[in-house]
């Protein structure tokens, strides 16, 4: 097949989704052809390296009107497609992108079915569900995302891919002698990773180090507050890392405190290196990961309940799960795995786009 993905905002080049992206684009192009349409030219490319990119030289601001946006960005995406042409699918990370790639395909007068692959929970695209419809079908990162598919497009082929993890060539992180919690990730406000601080403050007689391993705006709010708690000496801050789990010797468990996770990257690369994970029982991702094998799973917002779990692992008052059995538990999302029923859903809504069009 001839695959295109269109990714529709401009990516910094440190999350998820281009992991994701990455990891699936290399096990696919084994296979097919494959070639990312980016929204404009990523703040660090360095996740590019080894793909197939082009970006979009005209300047597309979220902030001009919606008609416009989408004749602008749909004629940048035909100018581009012209030269890809047969195309087989596109992917869309994105409901502009769906629209955009509808309209350009219809500029170019060819037959091309579409699919939506969103990285977020379907809530979060509540103002553009009538530019999803454009989409022949659309595939779920998690199992709640795929149950509000279907309530909100049941005429749609709705397939669950989940999201990819790399296996190969990971080893087992070690367990230290004291506690030694991580965070990974960015440092938003819907992250809640002051839960984190917080819960930690209040187990201060006890020897632990919260290693933080990320950046974003409520950096300097997070640091300030950690002289707040008197925890400042207990917290190492990282930045951003390129490699975050080569970063750190050794980790007792892995925290999430986030209000909702589409899907919960973090956790499964946590698991898959043998580290226990304790996270938020946040809409979707989480629940679906984290089990009585691999961690603990406390209610959002309850940070004594936080703090409760973890005064109990640094106590060794929990049943701790083994570096096999987190591993174990996480096998379903290789990348190889993955990649093949990403590949197998792929094919099913283009045949079934061909069916509807006989």
């Known amino acids: 097949m001839n695959i295109i993905f269109v990714v529709d905002i401009l990516l910094s080049g440190r999350g998820g989704m281009e992991t994701a992206l990455s990891l699936i684009y290399h096990e696919l192009k084994k296979r097919h052809n494959v070639m990312v349409i980016l929204k404009g030219k990523s703040e660090d490319s360095t996740w590019e390296e080894g793909i197939n990119t082009i970006a979009l030289s005209q300047k597309l601001s979220d902030f001009i009107p919606r008609n416009v946006l989408l004749n602008i960005y749909s004629a940048a ?51 553009f569900f009538e530019d999803l419809r454009a989409a022949d079908g ?17 005429e749609k082929r709705n ?16 367990r230290p002698s004291h506690p030694v919690f991580l965070y990974v990730g960015r440092l938003a406000k819907v992250k809640n990773v002051d839960h984190i601080m917080k819960a930690l403050s209040s187990l201060q007689r006890k020897n632990f180090e919260l290693h933080i391993i990320g950046d974003g705006e409520e950096y300097e709010p997070l640091l300030e ?27 007792t468990s892995v925290l999430l405190a986030s209000d909702t ?63 096999e059995a987190c591993r174990e538990s996480v096998k379903k999302y290789a990348v190889q795995s993955i990649a093949e029923h990403y590949e197998q859903a792929l094919l099913d809504i283009a045949m079934q786009r061909e069916v509807q069009h006989e």
């Open 138 to 154: 659309h595939l779920s990162i998690s199992e709640g995302n795929l149950k509000d598919l279907h309530c909100v497009f049941p």
């Open 261 to 323: 996770e589409p899907f919960g990257l973090v956790l499964i690369e946590a698991l898959a290196r043998g580290i226990p994970v304790i996270s938020s029982d946040c809409k979707y991702g989480p629940r679906e990961i984290v089990r009585d094998n691999n961690g603990w799973l406390y209610e959002p917002d309850n940070v004594e309940q936080l703090a409760s779990i973890l005064e109990h692992v640094m106590d060794n008052g929990q049943p701790f799960p083994s570096p």
């Open 159 to 174: 397939l669950l891919v989940y999201n990819p993890v790399k296996f190969d060539n990971v080893t087992y992180v070690a």
């Open 225 to 251: 507050q950690s002289y707040q708690l008197g925890i400042q000496d207990r917290i190492v801050w990282h930045g951003w890392q390129h490699e975050p789990w080569d970063r750190v010797n050794g980790v």
């Open 77 to 127: 995406l035909a100018n581009v497609m012209k030269d890809l042409l047969p195309m087989d699918i596109i992917v869309s990370t994105g409901p502009t992108g769906v629209k955009a790639a509808s309209m350009a395909v219809e500029r170019l007068n060819v037959r091309v079915p579409i699919v939506s692959w969103l990285h977020f929970n379907l809530d979060m695209y509540y103002r």
